[in-house]
């Protein structure tokens, strides 16, 4: 536990893209240690993530974009934190459009940096970044200062939106955290992830097709990614201002092939493809000595605990593998850029932000 947190009950924490897969987590984790929350978000993949929290009195739901000025200033205003989750995230959704990705991912954070300077009362800013940063390397484990080195587009948004904040904000309390790849059930659901994807495959098709299954990636819960960016809102000032952090569990470090094995366990039957082809050259095993260090941060959940609440709720029918909102990337594909009103707009008043 961090001792000398900068926020204190009834505090105003801004959310961008609160009702997104780790924002409804989040926004769920932050009203029950008493703060206030505001949600920015656009909706664009519907509201279902704080539907059943919508009508907490200390939650208020501000429907607009991250892009526009406007609704920045008036999501800013009177927040102590702003904890930056709305993004376009994943590789295929992020080439979708190049130029709609800058303006979502970059030049939002631009307009952040100089809304926040104009806010005098905002004494911390958490920005939600990538370990995707690393990209393609040798087989070393990395840390917070090893050399970035992006093979995707999405992944160079997150270093160009790093630089923009950590030069704009150099003399605030700037935190950015880069997160593994992340795993598990969230109220809104996503099957494009990829212990995720692997596991909705089994369990409808009893087959996973593996490309690439040397490759590494660190791996977390959505949950205990909440909770780091719950951590890292409230630390004091000497222990995170300007840093930055690697999100996850040296535990949860696996190969692709190690992760479709464990899938094929929990779902007896499931054969396991090994394809020639590799699409992605993302390979990254990940150090989290620091936010262990430094914050005392641990993670709680492994990656079997995360395929079986998957498992679960496909089995309960809590998630429809053929809902396009699963999916950035087919959602996106489908109804582009604009997205689609959200299902419950009169509960949800006005909110911004691709989540």
Not at 37 to 52: C, E, P, Q, T
Not at 55 to 71: F, K, S, Y
Not at 94 to 122: G, H, K, Q, W, Y
Not at 322 to 350: K, M, V, W
């Amino acid at each position: 536990m961090v001792k000398g947190k900068i926020l204190k009950q009834d505090d105003l924490v801004l959310v961008t893209g609160g009702a997104g897969y780790v924002g409804s987590h989040l926004v769920r984790l932050l009203l029950s240690r008493g703060y206030r929350v505001r949600i920015l978000d656009a909706f664009l993949y519907g509201d279902r993530g704080i539907r059943d929290c919508a009508a907490d009195p200390r939650l208020e739901i501000v429907r607009g974009d991250i892009c526009n000025a406007r609704d920045m200033i008036r999501a800013v205003k009177g927040a102590r934190a702003v904890i930056a989750l709305a993004a376009l995230v994943g590789d295929g959704a992020c080439d979708l459009d190049r130029d709609e990705t800058t303006a979502i991912n970059i030049e939002s954070s631009r307009l952040l940096a100089s809304v926040v300077r104009a806010t005098p009362e905002v004494d911390r800013v958490v920005f939600a970044s990538s370990c995707s940063v690393y990209g393609a390397t040798d087989g070393l484990i990395l840390n917070e200062g090893s050399r970035l080195n992006p093979v995707s587009f999405y992944a160079r948004t997150r270093i160009a939106s790093e630089r923009i904040l950590g030069e704009a904000l150099g003399d605030r309390s700037l935190v950015t955290l880069r997160l593994g790849t992340v795993f598990g059930a969230s109220p809104r659901m996503r099957l494009d992830l990829m212990i995720n994807t692997m596991t909705h495959r089994a369990f409808r098709d009893r087959k996973i097709t593996v490309m690439g299954g040397q490759a590494w990636r660190p791996h977390v819960h959505c949950r205990d990614v909440a909770a780091a960016f719950a951590l890292a809102a409230e630390a004091s000032h000497d222990l995170v201002r300007g840093e930055v952090f690697n999100v996850g569990s040296d535990a949860n470090n696996f190969t692709i092939s190690e992760v479709a094995v464990m899938v094929a366990a929990e779902v007896p039957g499931t054969e396991i493809e090994y394809a020639d082809t590799v699409e992605d050259l993302r390979s990254y095993r990940v150090s989290f000595e620091k936010i262990r260090h430094v914050l005392g941060y641990s993670t709680r959940y492994r990656v079997e605990d995360g395929i079986r609440e998957v498992l679960a709720m496909l089995e309960r029918g809590d998630v429809d593998g053929d809902d396009e909102r699963t999916s950035n990337l087919r959602y996106l594909q489908l109804h582009g850029f604009g997205g689609e009103p959200p299902i419950a707009s009169e509960q949800t008043a006005e909110s911004s932000a691709a989540s």
